[in-house]
């Protein structure tokens, strides 16, 4: 069953964030089977306390075992350090019936 990645992020320096931490967890993301299916800043926060102008990133994984392949791994691990003092970062992992279309 696929499993899909759902990132939520507010970003302090954008520049530095996809220069270094985007470039690398894309080749990352690629690399381990996942692939991208929404990417945008820009987010509108309509409840909660996420903030207005934030990000969402969701990718897609074959399996909940290779998104966490990914998440675990090493070359993920040395990737999200590059983001650290530059983004404040919410991570959820569900898995779901392929989407239709």
Known sequence: ???YMIV???ISDRDAFLSGYGAKAAALVEQFG???LIRAPGAQALEGDF???GSIVISEWPSREA???FWNSPEYGEAKALREGIAR???LLIEAP???G
């Open 1 to 3: 069953m696929p499993a």
């Open 8 to 10: 939520t992020a507010t």
């Open 34 to 36: 996942g692939k991208y």
């Open 51 to 53: 903030g207005d102008g």
């Open 67 to 69: 998104a966490l392949a």
């Open 89 to 91: 970062c919410q991570v």
């Open 98 to 100: 392929a989407l239709a």
